[in-house]
């Protein structure tokens, strides 16, 4: 289930989206991946992200399915979890301070994230992720993979993203993924996204 009502992230994103998105496109992954795991029952065991961060010892027969279908799940849960409705969840002078230290301003730090959702090629996902190091970085993936993958590019741990796969967003802004972009920060959930930075 989403964490807020279908209509909570309203006027920035569309309830109909939402009851599609959630209701059809999380679901198909979740159906998906259930279904590729059924020829090897005993990896129902296991959860999401360890099946996504294991990619490499599944049987090779469903890998590609796995990171697809898991990926899916995984990065769909996670976003529904970093929205808020529209001003419930503000950024703190910490965050703020965080976002400062690692780029120089929020302003910067916005500009470099809603680059990288917009310069996605086609579909995938814009990230703001943990490194090893502790430092925050700005990354985009494709299709439904993530940084947690074995086959990430850049590795780390995930702690905001936004989905620019055209059906997130294609009904209320057509072909505008920079007007979807910019207005994502009116329903970032800064409380989590701070949480996160700090685990």
């Not at 990288?116 to 996902?125: C, D, I, K, L, T």
């Amino acid at each position: 289930d989403l964490p807020y009502k279908y209509n909570a992230l309203e006027p920035y994103i569309d309830s109909t989206t939402m009851h599609i998105h959630h209701d059809l496109h999380h679901a198909a992954y979740v159906s998906n991946l259930n279904k590729a795991l059924e020829k090897y029952p005993e990896l129902y065991k296991k959860g999401v992200l360890e099946l996504i961060q294991n990619l490499n010892e599944l049987p090779a027969d469903i890998q590609t399915a796995v990171r697809n279908n898991g990926g899916g799940v995984y990065n769909h849960s996670f976003f529904w979890k970093i929205m808020a409705a529209p001003g419930t969840a503000k950024m703190s002078p910490h965050m703020e301070k965080v976002l400062i230290e690692n780029f120089g301003s929020v302003d910067a730090f916005k500009t470099e994230f809603e680059k990288a959702a917009v310069g996605r090629f086609g579909s995938g996902w814009a990230w703001l992720i943990k490194d090893s190091a502790g430092k925050l970085r700005i990354i985009s993936t494709p299709n439904q993979d993530n940084s947690l993958m074995p086959n990430a590019e850049v590795k780390g741990k995930p702690v905001l993203t936004l989905d620019v796969w055209e059906h997130a967003y294609y009904l209320k802004y057509q072909n505008k993924r920079a007007a979807y972009a910019k207005a994502f920060w009116n329903v970032v959930n800064w409380t989590e996204v701070e949480k996160l930075i700090g685990e």
